[in-house]
């Protein structure tokens, strides 16, 4: 069907409007506490046209809507002929609201007069054309949809008193326990990016930031700020916004500028705990990156479970459904200073792990019954050198100890126990929680890029060295469905070159695959390693290398990997449609080791958007690579 529209003149601006057309069909009402509804009659729409000839009341804003994503383009409150403030609002409610604006400004008691401008915004939104029609037995009163402006094809206008009646009786009674005494807490409004604050004056921050576009706060919260005639300053609003031209970069930087003031004003070697929920892996990446630039180390990310879900959360099958809690310190004082005096060495590096696992939980069990001991995720040898690495690069410095030799090193200075790594006191807790809950649960591990897949690949081989007959069939459903658009994971046979051993039947059977043949094969079981009928069981398996010949594969690999990179520094095309993610990153590394920043943001501006922006150390680089070249 074809849409109505009505040509009036707007006495505030003098310009001919299009609005829909709207009739008025249904007036509901009480007398004596019974409900009643009629069809509007002659009266009713004399009355309506009397208010519509009225001149508008001047306490009302009439400030042009400025261009702003949620009113120009996710909703175009145009076409529905709202250009200006006033037009949210017929003019029944807008002189309603009016007289009540204009007798709460008028009060001389200013804690009164704020209570009462207070209470009459509470009706903004209700009294607007916002609020939708819902049929009868619901209560007319905030039936707008949240987050968005949104203008139903059915208004439900209300009575004032209708809308703030209920609120009346229970306002006074909220305000009365607010009695005059002294308290410890202070309220601010501003920007966080600058806070009233002295450095390392705070013991512990807690922030619930805004999650990359989840919610256009500043846009949203227009309509009642227009009435108060101050508007938020949208520009530095740490959000994703296209039409302000704010993508993920520049959200991340604005989310840098508000950790780094909180990095600021926290007291060393405590705690900033950061909420955050958002379904995309970039937007998480942004936020992590962030609070490392900004000198934070995270030391624990778990999940919260508020009970009740928000809106987004209830009704959208794409939202995460529990957010998630970053448990970030300040490294404390002395690490600080230790660095500054050593240089980014080898002992600086052992003192940045030393330091981080005491900040790491010792045990963390399920809550259900019976209970389960959970795998901590940062105790996991490769994540406590991420940790140290983004360390080191945020300092502007070259990581001063490859992963292959850190590997190596790690369980000879520290503690390693089912895949995650001790102090010798925090051993003996966990040593002791273990025995009380035998049960372990094992972090779920998810074939999505080249990294994955060589771990996968590793616990595999660790339980249970095999053949590539009997790789297969177990590593290929992994693969299916988890690869991320535009990256390259290779084959299996390259992979298991790149990575691991395969025992030819020459010489003696390697201990790994003698202790797998011997507790799984009962006819294996006393052979000596150099026996023929252990040999022959055992030839062809693949295993995982001993710390030692690791190093001489992890140099071996890298060497195949920087020479591919060569071939990306190459390329003259516009976007590199395809990459393997662990060339990238060797090239990035031995990039940021040379001080090359100009291949780094080279090749970084021949990726797809994705592809660095959806993995943490791409990202760290390149952000560091920017800061660096910038500084020249």
Not at 560 to 584: I, N, P, Q
Request: net charge positive; aromatic share 10%.
């Amino acid at each position: 069907m074809e849409r109505l529209f009505a040509s009036t003149v707007d006495s505030a601006t003098g310009k001919t409007l299009q609005t829909p057309k709207r009739h008025p069909s249904l007036v509901i009402y009480s007398i004596g506490g019974s409900r009643h509804q009629k069809t509007p009659d002659e009266h009713d729409l004399q009355v309506l046209h009397r208010i519509n000839s009225m001149a508008l009341p001047i306490d009302v804003p009439r400030m042009e809507i400025p261009p702003m994503h949620m009113t120009h383009e996710r909703a175009r409150m145009d076409y529905s002929g709202i250009t200006h403030i006033h037009h949210f609002f017929l003019p029944r409610a807008l002189h309603s609201i009016a007289a009540l604006w204009r007798k709460a400004s008028a009060e001389t008691d200013a804690r009164l007069r704020e209570m009462l401008l207070f209470f009459v915004e509470q009706a903004l939104w209700t009294a607007s054309l916002l609020n939708r029609y819902r049929p009868t037995g619901f209560s007319q009163v905030n039936q707008y949809m949240t987050g968005v402006y949104y203008v139903a094809s059915q208004h439900a206008e209300c009575s004032p008193w209708y809308i703030l009646d209920g609120k009346l009786g229970r306002l006074p009674k909220t305000f009365q326990a607010f009695g005059a005494h002294q308290a410890g807490a202070g309220v601010t409004t501003g920007s966080v990016a600058s806070l009233p604050l002295a450095d390392r004056s705070i013991d512990y921050i807690f922030t619930d930031p805004p999650f990359g576009e989840n919610i256009y706060y500043a846009d949203l919260n227009f309509l009642v700020e227009s009435w108060h005639r101050v508007t938020t300053d949208a520009k530095p609003e740490a959000i994703i916004d296209r039409f302000k031209k704010k993508a993920l970069p520049e959200y991340q930087h604005l989310m840098q500028r508000c950790f780094a003031e909180y990095y600021r004003v926290l007291k060393p070697g405590r705690w900033m705990t950061v909420v955050f929920s958002n379904s995309k892996a970039a937007v998480w990446n942004a936020i992590q990156v962030a609070l490392q630039q900004a000198g934070f180390v995270v030391a624990e990310v778990t999940a919260l479970d508020k009970v009740q879900g928000s809106y987004r959360q209830v009704t959208s099958t794409t939202a995460v459904k529990q957010d998630l809690v970053i448990s970030a310190y300040k490294p404390n004082g002395g690490l600080e200073d230790r660095f500054n005096q050593r240089g980014p060495t080898v002992d600086s590096a052992w003192d940045f792990v030393q330091t981080h696992l005491k900040q790491l939980p010792a045990v963390k069990v399920t809550s259900g019954y019976p209970q389960e001991l959970l795998n901590i995720v940062e105790r996991d040898p490769r994540r406590i050198y991420d940790r140290m690495a983004s360390w080191f690069i945020r300092h502007g410095t070259m990581v001063p100890i490859s992963t292959p030799e850190f590997l190596t090193e790690l369980p000879v200075r520290f503690r390693e126990t089912d895949g995650m790594v001790f102090l010798p006191e925090q051993l003996v807790e966990y040593e002791k929680a273990r025995a009380r809950i035998p049960l372990i649960k094992q972090a779920e591990l998810f074939v999505s890029d080249e990294r994955s897949a060589i771990d996968w690949l590793s616990n595999f081989l660790r339980k249970r060295p095999s053949t590539r007959s009997e790789i297969h069939p177990e590593y290929i459903p992994q693969i299916g469905s988890a690869k991320r658009k535009g990256e390259i994971i290779p084959e299996l046979d390259q992979l298991l070159e790149d990575n691991f051993i395969q025992y030819d039947g020459t010489g003696v059977v390697p201990s790994q695959i003698h202790s797998y043949l011997s507790t799984n094969h009962k006819d294996q079981r006393s052979l000596d390693k150099s026996n023929p009928a252990l040999v022959a069981k055992a030839k062809d398996r693949w295993y995982v290398p001993d710390p030692n010949k690791a190093q001489d594969l992890e140099k071996k690999r890298e060497k195949t990997l920087l020479k591919e990179f060569e071939t990306y520094k190459a390329f003259t095309g516009r976007k590199l449609k395809e990459s393997r993610l662990e060339v990238l990153r060797a090239g990035f590394r031995a990039a940021w080791a040379n001080k090359d920043y100009t291949t780094i943001i080279s090749v970084a501006n021949k990726l797809p958007e994705e592809t660095l922006q959806e993995d943490e150390k791409l990202l760290l680089w390149y952000d560091q690579a920017l800061t660096r070249s910038e500084e020249k």
